[in-house]
């Protein structure tokens, strides 16, 4: 019993591997494929980019990283990985027609709903209950319902949302899918560990091409990104579920607040943006360089020198969310709230600051 678990702990990095190897041989035919048939993000007034780039990089990560746990899972310790390869199925449908002929967020609002819904309720994917924060535990199913569809759909849109420099969508989930990862493995979950690691192995080959490629260069594009969300939301909803019934060495008490300290980056600006479009009377969905990347990017000049500031405070806010994480679940919340939305005022300031030095001269 002992080998087979020794034998089965090597799976995830032999998935990690897998997946880079896919990636990494799919993206300069898919960047080719692109570039013949136009298929491009042009910049405009609101990228940060300023040359045309090939934007179907999701493309490459979804094959990567589905093909690597086909092989490596072991189905009947995973029965509801059915439902959640045909959720990704749908969300990698919505964005590849939205990179190709753009889709009306209406429909892919829709889309995301039964997406989500496949994975809850065919699938047992769900949160359960708010895990005894705010002294609450069982919402009763239609609540579970919802609020794990609120959920979803929030982490998958924040995750479209970042994806605005070079590495940065990238960069989150790679930190996000290792500390998850290391969680399941460290507990045995060997299953959900590979799924973590495939996933890391697809991102890290994106990132050669996004990152460090001139004649390759890609983009995920809306497939990626929403793809990349929606196994997110499926990673922090499990590791939330396990977590409530695991009461070995390595339980988190405060394990929802953990979770938003993993992933704080697409949670707070998300949260950070909607407010300041609202504050401005413009509509939530609206498109604007208000995001702490551009703040950064305007600073610094750089997409790898802003991704690096903004992965390394994502670094530290998880290494915090970590050792904190036998605090309450709401003092948790507001210990990570409050020095995020610190953090963030600082580039903002700082540009403010700058521009006003710019218009006296």
């Known amino acids: 019993m002992g080998l087979l678990f020794e034998y089965r702990s090597l799976i995830p990095f032999e ?3 897998m997946a880079f190897i896919i990636t990494y041989f799919s993206i300069p035919s898919i960047v080719h494929a692109a570039k013949v048939r136009n298929f491009f993000d042009v910049p405009n007034s609101r990228t940060s980019h300023s040359k045309d780039t090939p934007t179907l990089g999701g493309l490459a990560i979804f094959a990567g990283f589905v093909i690597s746990i086909m092989i490596f899972l072991y189905i009947p310790d995973i029965p ?21 002929v753009t889709l009306d ?18 699938g047992g994917i769900r949160l359960a209950g708010l895990y005894g924060f705010m002294g609450i ?32 969508a990238g960069g989150v989930g790679i930190l996000a899918s290792l500390t998850f990862g290391a969680w399941f493995y460290l507990t045995r979950h060997i299953q959900l560990a590979i799924l973590t690691f495939a996933l890391t192995g697809s991102l890290l080959a994106y990132l050669r091409f996004n990152l460090f490629s001139k004649k390759n260069k890609v983009f995920m594009g809306d497939i ?6 929606f196994v997110m939301a499926i990673f922090a909803i499990k590791f939330n579920d396990l977590n409530a019934s695991y009461f070995g060495p390595y339980r988190i008490v405060a394990a929802p607040a ?28 609206s498109a604007d360089r208000e995001h702490v990347h551009h703040y950064l990017v305007e600073l610094t000049g750089s997409h790898k020198k802003s991704t690096a500031i903004i992965l390394a405070a994502n670094v530290v806010f998880i290494a915090i969310s970590i050792l904190l ?16 939305a610190l953090v963030s005022y600082i580039p903002f300031y700082l540009v403010r600051k700058k521009r006003q030095a710019a218009s006296a001269v």
């Open 80 to 100: 509801y990985i059915q439902y959640v390869i045909a959720g990704i199925m749908v969300v990698f449908f919505l964005g590849l027609k939205d990179d190709l």
């Open 224 to 229: 990626g990104s929403l793809v990349l969300g």
């Open 325 to 340: 994480s036998r605090l309450r679940i709401y003092q948790l919340t507001l210990i990570l709230f409050t020095l995020a």
């Open 15 to 17: 998935s990690l591997l």
């Open 258 to 285: 953990v979770s938003i300290g993993i992933l704080i980056v697409p949670i707070y600006d998300t949260i950070r943006v909607t407010l300041v479009r609202l504050y401005h009377r413009r509509s939530p969905f």
């Open 105 to 122: 967020p209406y429909k892919k609002f829709v889309g995301q709903v039964i997406a989500a819904t496949i994975i809850i309720d065919l």
């Open 137 to 168: 535990t069982d919402i009763g199913y239609l609540g579970s319902d919802l609020l794990s569809i609120f959920v979803i759909i929030a982490i998958v849109n924040a995750f479209n949302l970042i994806d605005g420099i070079d590495g940065l």
